[in-house]
């Protein structure tokens, strides 16, 4: 909030109708959970946003924490009476994409941390049916008091949940099918903008017995329309869950060269896609520990042919030092017998197929795992440990200060080696027009927990002191939304106010997408109250010129 | 005289002791705080914990906050509310105030004790 603004007001609402609205609220939610004052009102603020203590800060008006499905219906119906934008977060822990915070100034938070009940867990049909508020460690918890034999798929952070996390196309690192969360989730119950409760799939019908297990019931597959969008608010979801492995190994392949990546990820995508192993972790050796600064000699190279990288150098240096070029961890899951078996078929397709490639195990565990073996698991998000450790990559290094945390830039790009190279050029030269040193090495690996695609990911610093600098992000993230888009690269996912921009380049035909949604979104929810703007998508009232 | 010092000497121990036993619910309430959000990123090994023992490399300072001997509760509720570099500031849904205040008697007196 600026000194000067007194109180920050939903947009088109006047202070009057705003208060008369609040009085409203707090008598449905109680008093205690209708947050207004300046003081709680800053903890929803986005603490990784691009326009910390900016005019276009999104900063909300007022937040409203419900318990029941029935208060959300009522303030949805209050919402309507006065057009008050509302937004809905599960618990809020978007870092990166927006955290607590609402997509514009003054829209008004629908925080359902409370909503925390895990409405089942079976571990013979191997689902569960949770609220908005349950978090991964939740989950975790409740699943290893319970000595159930199921483990959920989760992301790197394990305070998110599985309902935000998928329905913002989270993803994560066990099989292909379930670290895409939206696609291994089953079954929702959605409240809609005129305050009615909707039931989808299997849901729809009264006593259905599978609501968890099939995804379609009868008729339109609808759950897509809940996801990066603003139809509805969701107030439960099922979600299919990964039986435990009797036996867990990971296994290191390094390469030595840097085109050996075009036919090890030939090999690779067609292990994943038999589901004889898990999700492949690559990564480049090259790269130094976090936190320590890299050889002097390698870093010359990356400016070294007319400012930009040396590549036969750096291949040179790599040989020279015995460093191999690509290292990628995989796990193998399954009984002692498979994963062995599997294990030597890994070994045997790679050093066939790549003179220099080398398979070695690094750990292999009975499960269940004993605390020590949980304790210090290389990749514990890939048995479905949650933890925050993946905040190592913003931390203080030795060589360098913390960061305030960062804005991720995510484009989808085919899981194909050359296409990987290609990429890394096309970024380091866009850095390198831009006149900034660049991000990407020709030895930046590829993000590989989307299933059937890569993602080839910057994480751009913001700042809550330096202004110059979030501007300058700013336009660095735009420009390469474009770039990217120019090369059929299109982002997975992003912060608000990159959102138009993503959105904008999925414009086939005329923009045909996006009028479609925005058709939908006038019949569905014609007073614009739900999440106005979320993922490019804005009621006629709104609108304005934004994509005409 | 003597029978009323008597029952106000047993009336301000039997309040001590509640008060003692009060605060001793809270402090373990506020562990829980703390194995709940805090210990993921500043238990021992932990990303926070790395980052400060850089920060206190050439002090006697602890990196590890559980044994940090001059933790002022405000400054814990502080961090807790503004956050600090990448750590987010935490929600009076996630943390309310009274878990909030266990949580800063738990790290303010666990090593003054
Ligand atoms: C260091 C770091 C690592 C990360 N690693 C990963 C990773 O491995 N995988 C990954 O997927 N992400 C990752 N993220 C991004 C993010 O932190 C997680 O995706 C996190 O789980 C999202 O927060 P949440 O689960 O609390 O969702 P929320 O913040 O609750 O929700 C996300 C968005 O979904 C919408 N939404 C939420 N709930 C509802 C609802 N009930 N109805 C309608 N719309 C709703 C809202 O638009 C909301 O803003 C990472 C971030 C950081 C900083």
């Given amino acids: ?548 | 005289m003597l029978k009323n010092m008597k029952t106000v000497l047993f009336v301000s121990v039997l309040a001590a002791t509640s008060l003692l036993a009060s605060n001793s619910t809270d402090y373990t309430k506020g562990k829980q705080v703390f194995d709940k959000w805090c210990v993921h990123c500043h238990g021992i090994g932990m990303p926070a914990t790395n980052a400060l023992r850089i920060v206190y490399k050439e002090t006697n300072i602890s990196p590890v906050l559980e044994q940090r001997k001059d933790l002022d509760a405000e400054f814990v509720k502080f961090i807790v509310r503004h956050g600090r570099y990448s750590m987010p500031f935490f929600r009076k849904t996630e943390i309310n105030d009274e878990q909030l205040k266990n949580l800063a008697l738990y790290l303010s007196t666990k090593n003054k004790k």
């Fill in chain 1, 1 to 548: 909030m600026s000194k000067k603004e007194e109180i920050i007001l939903p947009n088109g609402v006047n202070k009057e109708d705003f208060l008369k609205a609040i009085s409203e609220i707090e008598k449905i939610v109680g008093t205690k959970w209708v947050f207004k004052t300046k003081e709680d009102l800053d903890l929803y603020r986005d603490a990784y946003s691009p326009y910390w203590d900016e005019l276009e800060e999104p900063i909300p008006s007022l937040a409203i924490a419900p318990k029941k499905v029935e208060e959300i219906q009522e303030i949805v119906r209050i919402a309507n009476k006065y057009t008050l934008p509302i937004f809905p977060i599960s618990t809020g822990k978007n870092l990166g994409y927006g955290s607590s915070a609402p997509n514009n100034r003054g829209d008004v938070v629908i925080d359902l941390k409370r909503m925390n009940k895990i409405i089942e867990v079976n571990d013979k049909r191997n689902y569960c049916i949770l609220e908005p508020g349950v978090s991964y460690f939740d989950l975790y918890e409740y699943c290893e008091k319970n000595n159930l034999n199921v483990i959920m798929d989760i992301p790197d952070p394990g305070w998110g949940s599985p309902v935000g996390n998928s329905l913002d196309h989270g993803w994560g690192y066990t099989y292909g099918q379930y670290r895409d969360h939206f696609g291994a989730h089953c079954g929702m119950e959605v409240v809609l903008a005129n305050g009615e409760v909707m039931r989808t799939a299997m849901g729809a019908l009264p006593g259905s017995k599978t609501f968890a297990e099939n995804k379609y019931g009868y008729g339109p597959y609808l759950d897509g329309l809940f996801s990066q969008s603003n139809f509805g608010i969701v107030t439960k979801m099922g979600f299919w869950m990964m039986p435990k492995p009797e036996h867990y190994t990971l296994a290191v392949l390094t390469v030595p060269k840097r085109d050996d990546l075009i036919p090890l990820v030939e090999i690779m995508n067609y292990l994943e896609d038999s589901s004889i192993i898990g999700w492949p972790l690559y990564r480049s050796p090259l790269n130094p520990e976090y936190g320590k600064p890299m050889n002097p000699e390698l870093k010359s190279y990356l400016t070294s042919k007319n400012g930009k990288p040396d590549i036969d150098k750096i291949q040179d240096y790599a040989i020279r030092n015995d460093i191999p070029y690509w290292q990628i961890d995989i796990p193998v899951y399954g009984n002692k017998d498979s994963v062995e078996a599997n294990i030597n078929y890994i070994k045997q397709r790679f050093t066939k197929a790549i003179d220099g490639a080398k398979v070695k195990v690094i750990e292999d565990y009975d499960l269940p795992l004993t605390k020590k073996q949980a304790k210090s698991l290389k990749h514990k998000v890939t048995l479905g440990i949650p933890n925050l450790e993946i905040f190592w990559l913003s931390t203080r290094g030795e060589n360098f200060g913390p960061k305030d945390g960062h804005v991720w830039f995510s484009p989808i790009i085919p899981r194909d080696g050359k296409e990987l190279l290609k990429c890394q050029e096309i970024y380091i030269d866009t850095f390198h027009e831009l006149g900034m040193e660049s991000m990407i090495t020709p030895f930046s690996h590829p993000r590989t927990w989307m299933y059937r695609a890569f993602c080839f990911m910057i994480g751009f610093a913001n700042s809550r002191t330096d202004k110059e600098k979030n501007e300058q992000m700013r336009k660095v993230y735009t420009t390469m939304v474009k770039v990217a888009a120019k090369h059929g690269w299109g982002d997975y996912r992003a912060a608000p106010p990159f959102q138009d921009a993503v959105s904008g380049v999925y414009n086939f035909n005329n923009n045909i997408l996006k009028r479609f949604t925005q058709e939908l979104k006038d019949t569905i929810d014609p007073n614009g109250i739900l999440a106005p703007g979320r993922g490019g998508i804005w009621p006629k009232r709104l609108r304005g010129d934004k994509n005409a």
